[in-house]
């Protein structure tokens, strides 16, 4: 896979260019800011883009930004934001329409995990850190989401991270028809329908992260 990296911190960029070479990757580019991640992209035409959401020239969410800008230009590139913190004001648009991940930087650490995600990512699905997607079911009390229980929030947690039903009873040790029990009654609490139009599976996700995102 040809990859190019976005980050302004020089031994993080190194140690995870390190990383993905040495799993038989390609790293194509390596950026510092935002303004060289879009040329390197434009250049290079990678394959995924490894981003930090915090980068100059800004240092606030202009890594994220940046994406948004190659989604709309490159729309198959893979896109795997990182950061140390939640941070969803982007990710709300950028999740509906695949190619897409979302990790906490400590993840990164898990490498099997992490070389996982990128490759679910790059071939067109989705990542989401369990770990974010758990923390912000917890801080919300005034939502549909407080209606499910620990194990419906565990389930919806691995299907922010694009796992299919038998990937999350794999996860969790379950059947796959208990695992389906899990997800109707997910859908039922959120008021999701049954419909040809809409994929459930992507509102029930967007249900938590739309509410994070200002207004």
């Avoid at 950026?31 to 020239?57: C, F, Y």
């Avoid at 994406?67 to 795997?80: E, F, K, N, S």
């Amino acid at each position: 896979m040809r990859i190019v990296i976005g980050e302004d911190s020089a031994l993080f960029r190194e140690g995870l260019a390190r990383l993905l070479v040495d799993a038989g990757h390609e790293i194509v580019g390596k950026a510092p800011d935002a303004p060289a991640l879009v040329a390197t992209v434009h250049k290079e035409q990678p394959d995924l883009a490894i981003i930090d959401i915090r980068m100059p020239p800004d240092h606030t969410d202009d890594g994220a930004r940046a994406a948004r800008q190659l989604r709309d230009t490159h729309p198959d590139l893979g896109i795997v934001l990182l950061s140390q913190h939640l941070e969803t004001r982007h990710s709300v648009e950028l999740v509906t329409r695949g190619h897409f991940g979302y990790l906490l930087k400590d993840r990164v650490f898990d490498v099997d995990d992490f070389l996982d995600a990128i490759r679910r990512v790059a071939a067109g699905g989705s990542a989401l850190d369990p770990e974010a997607v758990a923390a912000l079911i917890t801080r919300r009390h005034n939502d549909p989401l407080a209606a499910l229980t620990s194990r419906e929030r565990e389930v919806l947690a691995l299907m922010a991270e694009g796992r299919t039903n038998i990937g999350i009873a794999r996860r969790l040790w379950l059947t796959d028809r208990t695992v389906e029990t899990h997800v109707s009654s997910i859908m039922a609490k959120l008021g999701l329908a049954d419909t040809d139009e809409d994929h459930r599976r992507v509102l029930a996700v967007l249900a938590w992260l739309g509410q994070q995102a200002p207004g």
